[in-house]
């Protein structure tokens, strides 16, 4: 029997009690700010809000490099000479963590990549999704996780919606003229990933309590979650209210148990303060 181990990066904003019952490897991205390299996940995100008010400009995010994937699987395989290992990747679209594990992975032939198309939370999901799997079915072949994972893969979905459109405006995400016309109307993005890319697919008019009420209402209206791997997204200072009326609307839909995903360095950096999120893996492929 071959054991198989997954490697992801920090991005998946997984906290250290979720991965330790699992053979999962956390490698860093990391954040850069005033020349200093910065790992995810091992510094406080506030951090980042205080350094984009003081200098009006935001750190700018790095993928895992070639050398911290060839670390992690060099690792693995040197306790575990007979494993496979999955690299469940941040999405492809967004990053350069795909192209860096391949680098590192060259000539390495127990080490699998699947593009996940997810980020944050919906990566963390994917990830868990998947070590059940494999934690349930030990003797399957890597080839038969990887189809299980691409099926998983297919049934995710996730949305979120930040509190203000400066951090994004920041990164380069959204235009002057966007910006400032949607701060004059009220407007707050809804932004779905879709095969990897984060897109925009409405656009809700008032209040983030609002706007988060509708998003939560629309989506279980429209989508039937496994109750298992449903969440929503707690972007660092999201208003307690705004937190409590999102969990009375998901019970009501028979959710009654919520994961709560509080969001890591790199999504914090393009994200900002208060954000929301919610998603899950789908009972049903999407349409």
């Not at 990066?9 to 330790?20: A, C, P, V, Y």
């Not at 799997?133 to 930040?162: C, G, L």
């Not at 989508?223 to 999201?238: A, P, V």
Request: with cysteine.
């Amino acid at each position: 029997m071959n054991k198989i181990f997954i490697v992801t990066e920090t991005g998946s904003d997984l906290s250290k009690e979720e991965i330790n019952p699992y053979n999962i490897k956390i490698v860093p991205m990391h954040v850069t700010m005033d020349g200093e390299n910065l790992n995810d996940g091992e510094f406080d995100p506030n951090l980042i809000f205080e350094y984009y008010h003081k200098n009006n400009k935001l750190p700018t995010t790095s993928a895992t490099n070639p050398n911290e994937y060839l670390d992690a699987f060099m690792d693995i395989r040197q306790h575990y000479p007979d494993a496979k290992i999955l690299h469940l990747c941040y999405s492809v679209i967004t990053t350069s963590t795909w192209q860096n594990a391949h680098i590192a992975s060259e000539g390495l032939d127990y080490v699998y990549h699947i593009d996940t198309k997810a980020v944050s939370a919906m990566l963390g999901t994917i990830v868990l999704k998947i070590a059940d799997y494999i934690k349930d079915n030990p003797t399957k072949a890597i080839e038969e996780v990887i189809e299980k994972s691409n099926q998983i893969i297919d049934r995710s979905h996730m949305a979120f919606i930040p509190h203000n459109l400066d951090f994004l405006r920041a990164g380069g995400r959204v235009s002057n003229a966007s910006y400032l016309g949607a701060t004059l109307l009220k407007l707050r993005p809804v932004i779905e990933i879709v095969d990897g890319k984060l897109i925009c697919t409405e656009k809700v008019r008032g209040s983030m309590n609002l706007a988060t009420k509708k998003l939560v209402k629309n989506y279980l209206d429209k989508y039937q979650f496994e109750k298992e791997s449903f969440f929503m997204i707690n972007g660092h200072h999201l208003n307690n209210q705004i937190k409590e009326m999102a969990i009375d609307i998901a019970k009501s839909y028979g959710y009654e148990k919520i994961r709560w995903v509080n969001t890591g360095c790199v999504i914090a950096t393009h994200g900002g303060p208060g954000s929301f999120g919610i998603g899950g893996i789908l009972l049903n492929k999407k349409n």
